[in-house]
C-alpha cells in the first residue's frame, strides 16, 4: 500500500501541517479516538499520529501534527505526491460514543486536531457538541471553521486575547459548566497540562471527563510497555487501553515525568537533524 499524501496544507507554516493519505484500509475501519503509527524511514522511530478525519468513500484518512523532533521534521520534509513508508492502524481503542446529551470537547493547540473528529462522532451520534478551543493566539487556532460547520456552539479563548476569551480554555469550560447543570461528558485533549486541568475544572462537577493520553508509544499493540500509564491505581498500556482514560483517574505526574524520559537524546537527535539540514 503506498500511503500517498493526496494532500498537504500547512496550517502554522513552520509547525503544524496536516495531510490527506490515501489509506483505503485503515479509512475503512478508523473511528474517533483511533490512531495510526507511521515510520518515515527505514531506520527511523515510530511516531503515533490520531486520525483527525476519515473519508471512507474516498478511502482517505486526514492527520495533523505538530513539529517537534526529529521524525514530525523529517515527516514535514514529504509533500503531495510523496509516499509515506509505513502506516499501520487504525490503533486503540475507538472513543466510547452514545448519544447522551450535551458534551463538550475542549482542544488546546494541535490536540484541537485530534478532538475534531471525536466531537464530529458525537454530533453524529445526536448529541449536542459544545466545542473549546483554545491557543496562544489567532493564527495558532486550528480547526475553527471545521468545528463551526457541525457544532452548534464554538467557544474560544486565546492567551494573548487575540479572539475569544483571553485566558485558558478550563476558564471558558468553567463558565459553560456553572450555566448548564445538564452536560453529560467532558472530553479533553492536548498538552499534558492541559488534560490535568481539564479533570481538576470538571471535579467539583461531577462530570464524566475522558482525556486521550499521548505518551510514548513504541510498537502500538500492547507489546513492549513503552506507552505504560497509571490509571485508577492499575496500570494500563495506552496503546490497547486507551488512548482515552477517565481523566479524574489519570497519574498525570506519572505521565509527564514518563514523557520526558528520552528529552536528552530527543534533543540530540533533533540538533543533529538540524545541522545536518543546515
Ligand atoms: C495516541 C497518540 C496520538 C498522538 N497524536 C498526535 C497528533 O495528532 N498530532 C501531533 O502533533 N502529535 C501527536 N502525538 C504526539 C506525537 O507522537 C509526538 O509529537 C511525536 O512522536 C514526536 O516525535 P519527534 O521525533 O518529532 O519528536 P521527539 O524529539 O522525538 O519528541 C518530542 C516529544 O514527543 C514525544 N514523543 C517522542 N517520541 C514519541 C513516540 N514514539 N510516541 C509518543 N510520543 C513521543 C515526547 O513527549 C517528546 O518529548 C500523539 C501521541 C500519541 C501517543
Ligand atoms: S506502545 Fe508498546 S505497549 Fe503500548
Redesign the pocket.
Known sequence: MPNTILHKAKLIPGQ?SKLVIDAPLIAAKAKPGN?VILRVTDKG??????I?DVDAGAGTIT???????????LLEELDQGDDILDLCGPL?QPTHIEKCGTVICVGGG?GI??MHHIAKGHHMAGNHVVAVIGARSKDLLLFHDELTAFCPEVLVSTDDGSFGHKGLVTEVLEDRLKSDDSVAEVVGIGPVPMMAAVAKTTKPFGVKTTV???????DGIGMCG??RVTVGGEVKF??VDG?EFDGQQVDFMELRQR??S??DQ??I??EEYKKSHG
Do not use: D, Q, W
Not at 212 to 218: D, G, P, T, Y
Open positions: 503544524t490512531f522511530e515510530r511516531i503515533p499520529l490520531t483527525a492527520i495533523v501534527y505538530l513539529v517537534l523532533g526529529k521524525t514530525t521534521a486503540g494541535t486536531a485530534a486521550s493520553l499521548n505518551s510514548i508509544m513504541v513503552a506507552c495506552a496503546c488512548p514523557l520526558a528520552f528529552r530527543e534533543s537527535s533533533y
